[in-house]
């Protein structure tokens, strides 16, 4: 058997490494994770690999193993099994054998960008949960300091589910200590369909307004499709835009018109952000993804474009995939990235290289790409970064003084 790094890899292919971790869960490259970052293959598909991508196989740093079941490997690629250790009801019902999967290796805490931050350890966090100190975690800062990043899962030997277990505490807090403002958004856009609580009428003036000063400059004949039956794309909103920052709605509208859509936007319950993803509120979360259903079958839409947002992605469709599959088979679903490529690569909108000279980087959102890997099995590292490749010429991986 074969070690190689990750990081060591993607470099010598010339691809990102979650690239390679596609491969792998797809089935392209026959590996499996090895303890750090490593990956552990056959030396016949070592060769393979190396053949395919003309590398001369003695040039990358390697490490070889004995093989532990000669003559039948197979078994060795057997994806393991994701343990949940988040309960689905109303209580945290810890299992004596997480206490046994957790090897407290610590490699969770390594990981965990916030460890140490008022003591926050996702080790001890699962610890206080096998041993029954539930209530102690329920009031401490711990799963509200997370970020829920799942940094800290990505590095577990033992996938154990440390995301799913920090949303469920925060679940069982009581709604009235729910810290911040995320409560009262996930209330308020119960009750007003947003969460910032923006009457009907001041959002549609808003989009009327914002679409004559388009119409008046850079597209001319524009106007913003509010409620537009039968149209193909259905845009949803995030709050934040028309709240604090109207002209940012513009940039997608722009594009929009380039391109020649078919588009609406819902006068009611137009919100594409859901916090009930954070206050671990699943009642809330399926009843705001619903509404953008019962938007998807009220105007006939037939692509639901999910929101920028990484986090509004996910909890969409993270409510789309647990709630609403059967409803979703009656539309397309798309991402920002999924619309972008296809309208690139179509030629319905042409992008000018010459415009951002600037060095420039690419962020890896933890939403779209390792989160995304992990609940649907697909990341947007390389649509991001060809997206931004056809934009800004002066591209690197590495993040320096780049613009981001
Ligand atoms: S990485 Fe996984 S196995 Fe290791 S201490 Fe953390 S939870 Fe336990
Ligand atoms: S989800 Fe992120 S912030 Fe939370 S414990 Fe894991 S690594 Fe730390």
């Given at each position: 058997?074969?070690?190689?790094?990750?990081?060591?890899?993607?470099?010598?292919?010339?691809?990102?490494?979650?690239?390679?971790?596609?491969?792998?869960?797809?089935?392209?490259?026959?590996?499996?994770?090895?303890?750090?970052?490593?990956?552990?293959?056959?030396?016949?598909?070592?060769?393979?690999?190396?053949?395919?991508?003309?590398?001369?196989?003695?040039?990358?740093?390697?490490?070889?193993?004995?093989?532990?079941?000669?003559?039948?490997?197979?078994?060795?690629?057997?994806?393991?099994?994701?343990?949940?250790?988040?309960?689905?009801?109303?209580?945290?019902?810890?299992?004596?054998?997480?206490?046994?999967?957790?090897?407290?290796?610590?490699?969770?805490?390594?990981a965990?960008?916030?460890?140490?931050?008022d003591?926050?350890?996702?080790r001890?966090?699962?610890?206080?949960?096998?041993?029954?100190?539930?209530?102690?975690?329920?009031?401490?800062?711990?799963?509200?300091?997370?970020?829920?990043?799942?940094?800290?899962?990505?590095?577990?030997?033992?996938?154990l589910?440390?995301?799913?277990?920090?949303?469920?505490?925060r679940?069982?807090?009581?709604?009235?200590?729910v810290?911040?403002p995320?409560?009262?958004?996930?209330?308020?856009?119960?009750?007003?369909?947003?969460?910032?609580?923006?009457?009907?009428?001041?959002?549609?003036?808003?989009?009327?307004?914002?679409?004559?000063?388009?119409?008046a400059?850079?597209?001319?004949?524009?106007?913003?499709?509010?409620?537009?039956?039968?149209?193909?794309?259905?845009?949803?909103?995030?709050?934040?835009?028309?709240?604090?920052?109207?002209?940012?709605?513009?940039?997608?509208?722009?594009?929009?018109?380039?391109?020649?859509?078919?588009?609406?936007?819902?006068?009611?319950?137009?919100?594409?952000?859901?916090?009930?993803?954070?206050?671990?509120?699943?009642?809330?979360?399926?009843?705001?993804?619903?509404?953008?259903?019962?938007?998807?079958?009220?105007?006939?839409?037939?692509?639901?474009?999910?929101p920028?947002?990484?986090?509004?992605?996910?909890?969409?469709?993270?409510?789309?995939?647990?709630?609403?599959?059967?409803?979703?088979q009656?539309?397309?679903?798309?991402?920002?990235?999924?619309?972008?490529?296809?309208?690139?690569?179509?030629?319905?909108?042409?992008?000018?290289?010459?415009?951002?000279?600037?060095?420039?980087?690419?962020?890896?959102?933890?939403?779209?790409?390792?989160?995304?890997?992990?609940?649907?099995?697909?990341?947007?590292?390389?649509?991001?970064?060809?997206?931004?490749?056809q934009?800004?010429?002066?591209?690197?991986?590495?993040?320096?003084?780049a613009?981001?």
């Amino acid at each position: 058997m074969i070690v190689i790094g990750v990081g060591h890899l993607a470099d010598h292919l010339g691809v990102h490494r979650n690239t390679i971790r596609n491969w792998i869960r797809e089935g392209k490259l026959p590996a499996r994770s090895a303890p750090g970052k490593g990956y552990m293959l056959k030396e016949d598909d070592f060769n393979k690999v190396c053949q395919e991508f003309g590398l001369d196989p003695a040039r990358l740093k390697v490490r070889r193993l004995p093989s532990r079941s000669p003559g039948g490997l197979a078994s060795d690629f057997a994806a393991p099994e994701v343990r949940s250790i988040g309960p689905r009801s109303t209580r945290l019902r810890p299992n004596p054998q997480w206490a046994d999967a957790c090897l407290t290796c610590g490699s969770c805490a390594s990981a965990c960008p916030l460890s140490g931050v008022d003591g926050l350890d996702p080790r001890k966090a699962l610890r206080m949960v096998t041993l029954g100190l539930e209530d102690e975690l329920i009031e401490s800062q711990w799963p509200w300091k997370c970020t829920l990043c799942g940094k800290c899962e990505d590095a577990c030997p033992m996938n154990l589910e440390l995301v799913a277990m920090f949303r469920a505490v925060r679940g069982l807090r009581p709604r009235d200590q729910v810290p911040g403002p995320l409560h009262k958004g996930v209330q308020m856009c119960l009750n007003r369909g947003n969460n910032l609580g923006i009457p009907r009428e001041d959002f549609l003036f808003l989009l009327e307004e914002l679409g004559q000063e388009l119409a008046a400059g850079e597209c001319p004949g524009f106007t913003v499709p509010v409620d537009r039956q039968g149209a193909n794309l259905l845009v949803t909103v995030n709050s934040k835009e028309p709240f604090g920052e109207p002209d940012d709605l513009k940039h997608w509208w722009k594009i929009f018109h380039a391109a020649g859509e078919s588009w609406t936007v819902p006068s009611q319950d137009w919100e594409g952000v859901n916090w009930g993803l954070f206050t671990g509120d699943d009642e809330a979360m399926r009843t705001l993804v619903g509404r953008v259903v019962d938007n998807m079958r009220r105007l006939d839409c037939k692509t639901l474009l999910l929101p920028e947002c990484g986090h509004a992605y996910y909890a969409t469709r993270l409510g789309l995939q647990k709630w609403f599959a059967q409803e979703a088979q009656g539309f397309e679903v798309l991402s920002i990235f999924d619309l972008l490529l296809r309208y690139l690569r179509e030629g319905r909108i042409r992008v000018d290289p010459g415009v951002h000279r600037q060095l420039t980087t690419y962020h890896d959102p933890c939403h779209y790409t390792r989160k995304s890997l992990k609940a649907f099995g697909q990341s947007y590292a390389e649509e991001g970064r060809w997206i931004t490749r056809q934009c800004c010429p002066d591209f690197v991986e590495k993040i320096g003084r780049a613009h981001v």
